[in-house]
C-alpha cells in the first residue's frame, strides 16, 4: 500500500499561526513574515489543539495519493464527506489482470489462515478469469466489473484539510475500525511528519486519547481508558 502526500498548503504552521492570531492581533500582510522559534511552535500548537476555535485548521489543504488500498476501504473513505475524492473508473479502466498481479488486499488474519487463504486466493483468480471471459464475449468493462470482488485495489485520490484530516483519523484509529483503515491512518500521519512536522501529527491518535474516555458502544480494552456507556447495548449493537 502506497500513502501519499502529495501536495499541501505552503508554510502550514505558519498560516495557522497567521488565522489565529487574526483573531485578537494585527497581522502581518505576509506568511513570510512571521519566524517562530520551534519552542514557540510547540508550545503554540499543544495550546490550539486543546481549545475551541478549531476552524484555524481549516487553513491547510492536503492532498494525498493512495494506492494499493482495496475498493472496501474507499467506500468507508468517503464517508468522510468534508473532503474531495477523485476515483479510478471501473467502468473504463480494464482489471483483467488483478489476481494475477495480486491486486487485492489480504487481511492479516487471512493472511495467518492458510485454508482460509487458499478459498480466498483461488475465489480471486476464478475472478479474474470470469471477468476476462465476458470481456472476451463482448462486454463492456462497466458490465464486467459487477464480478469484481470488494477487496481489489484501486486508486484514489483525496483532498481534506487539516481539521477535517485529524477527525477522520481520531474515528479510524480505533481499534474498531478495519485493520485496512487503520494502516492507512499510520502511513498518513508518517507523512505529516515526514513532509510538515511532528508537531502538526501530535493530534493523530484515537478519540479516546483527546478524551480520555472510550464513548464507543463496543470498547475495544487494548486502552485503559473509563467506558461512557456502561448500559447493555446488544439489542442494538452487535459486538
Ligand atoms: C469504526 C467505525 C465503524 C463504522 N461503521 C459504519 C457502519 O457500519 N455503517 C455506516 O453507515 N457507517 C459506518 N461508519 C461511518 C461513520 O458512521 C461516519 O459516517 C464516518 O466516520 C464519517 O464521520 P463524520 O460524519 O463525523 O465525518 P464527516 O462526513 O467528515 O463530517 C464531519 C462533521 O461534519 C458534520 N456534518 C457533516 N455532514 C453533516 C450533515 N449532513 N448534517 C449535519 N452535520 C454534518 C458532523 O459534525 C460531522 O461529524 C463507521 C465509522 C467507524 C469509525
Not at 476555535?53 to 493512495?66: A, G, K, Y
Not at 495467518?112 to 480471486?124: D, F, G, P, V, W
Amino acid at each position: 500500500m502506497k500513502v501519499k502526500l502529495i501536495s499541501f498548503t505552503k508554510n502550514p504552521l505558519e498560516v495557522i499561526y497567521w488565522a489565529f492570531m487574526n483573531m485578537h492581533h494585527v497581522v502581518p500582510d505576509s506568511i513570510e513574515n512571521i519566524n517562530l522559534s520551534s519552542d514557540e511552535k510547540e508550545s503554540f500548537f499543544s495550546m490550539l489543539i486543546k481549545q475551541p476555535h478549531q476552524t484555524v485548521f481549516e487553513f491547510v489543504n492536503l492532498v494525498w495519493l493512495i494506492e494499493g488500498a482495496s475498493r472496501a476501504f474507499q467506500q468507508q473513505l468517503t464517508r468522510t464527506r468534508t473532503a474531495a475524492y477523485s476515483i479510478q473508473s471501473l467502468r473504463i479502466v480494464d482489471v483483467g489482470d488483478f489476481a494475477s498481479e495480486k491486486r487485492f488486499a489480504i487481511s492479516e488474519e487471512l493472511n495467518n489462515n492458510a485454508a482460509a487463504l487458499k478459498i480466498y486466493r483461488e475465489t480471486m483468480e476464478d475472478l479474474q478469469s470470469k471477468y476476462r471471459e465476458l470481456i472476451r464475449l463482448g462486454c463492456k468493462t462497466e458490465d464486467a466489473r459487477g464480478l469484481l470482488p470488494l477487496n481489489i485495489h484501486s486508486t484514489i485520490t483525496m483532498a481534506i484539510n487539516l481539521r477535517s484530516l485529524y477527525h477522520m483519523l481520531e474515528l479510524r484509529f480505533c481499534e474498531n475500525a478495519q485493520g485496512e483503515f487503520r494502516e492507512v491512518a499510520r502511513l498518513m500521519r508518517a507523512e505529516i511528519r515526514e513532509k510538515i512536522s511532528p508537531i502538526l501529527s501530535e493530534p493523530m491518535k484515537p478519540l479516546c486519547f483527546r478524551l480520555g474516555k472510550c464513548i464507543s458502544p463496543v470498547p475495544c480494552g487494548k486502552y485503559d481508558f473509563p467506558v461512557a456507556i456502561d448500559t447493555d447495548i446488544s439489542r442494538w449493537v452487535k459486538r
